[in-house]
């Protein structure tokens, strides 16, 4: 059974904290996400990669950073966490098998950050 | 630059009514693919279609169903007979093809979709 965790379900910090989300996949997925989730938004893509200490940013950046040491495991980092990252964060992976198509993302159960 | 609109924010039918969510997209790529997800209140997104943009026949699969209109732009999502546990939010997705899935998806608002026994 396929399976993306994150580390926490609920995250509560404090402004100006260092915040890290992380996310590990078990399917040997090349690629990895970051979307954040807001409501009346939908979701929005922060950064991705496709290889091992590899990083490409999405749509929404500002604010954050990534790291990708492990093939399975794909940090989001929170330098200096503000309230306007308070936000469902989903991180979600997907195989590069078969070059001529795109395959579907599977996603982790999220992680709800309160940043005070 | 991508876009996908679902007009719909949020509908409420009684059970074992059909109900169609709408999806429309804009993308300036030749090739591109068009993804649903379903978001039950547990909060994990779930897979439910892919479909790419040479592939126009619609697709049921028991009682759900897509019908993808190129000339339309619109990727639509029928629930038929709906029932209780179908209550969720429901995503429509693009993703324009890179050669091996390393873009992410563009996703709409969402259609917050409320089944009412």
């Known amino acids: 059974d396929v399976k993306v965790t994150q580390s926490s379900r609920y995250l509560v910090k404090r402004t100006g904290e260092k915040v890290f989300l992380e996310c590990v996949q078990d399917m040997d997925h090349e690629n990895m996400f970051w979307y954040r989730q807001d409501p009346g938004l939908g979701l929005r893509l922060i950064y991705f990669?496709?290889?091992?200490?590899?990083?490409e940013k999405g749509d929404i950046p500002e604010g954050y950073s990534v790291s990708r040491e492990k093939k399975e495991r794909f940090s989001l980092i929170l330098e200096s966490a503000s309230t306007n990252q308070t936000s469902m964060y989903l991180c979600?992976?997907?195989?590069?098998?078969?070059?001529?198509?795109?395959?579907?993302?599977?996603f982790g159960p999220g992680t709800r950050l309160t940043v005070l | 630059a991508q876009k996908v609109t679902q007009a719909q924010t949020e509908i409420s039918v009684v059970e074992k009514e059909d109900v169609t969510l709408d999806c429309v997209y804009e993308?300036?790529?030749?090739?591109?693919?068009l993804f649903w997800y379903k978001q039950p209140p547990s909060g994990e997104l779930v897979f439910l279609i892919r479909?790419?943009?040479?592939?126009?026949q619609n697709e049921i699969s028991g009682r759900y169903s897509w019908n993808f209109q190129k000339s339309t732009s619109s990727f639509n999502f029928t629930i038929t007979a709906s029932q209780v546990v179908d209550s969720a939010v429901y995503f429509c997705?693009?993703?324009?093809?890179?050669?091996?899935?390393?873009?992410?998806?563009?996703f709409g608002k969402g259609t917050h979709l409320i089944i009412q026994p």
């Open positions: 990669s496709y290889d091992v200490k590899m990083k």
């Open positions: 997705a693009l993703s324009d093809y890179s050669g091996g899935g390393a873009d992410g998806l563009t």
């Open positions: 979600a992976s997907n195989s590069r098998e078969g070059k001529s198509s795109y395959n579907e993302q599977f």
């Open positions: 479909r790419n943009s040479f592939d126009e």
């Open positions: 993308t300036r790529d030749t090739t591109y693919y």
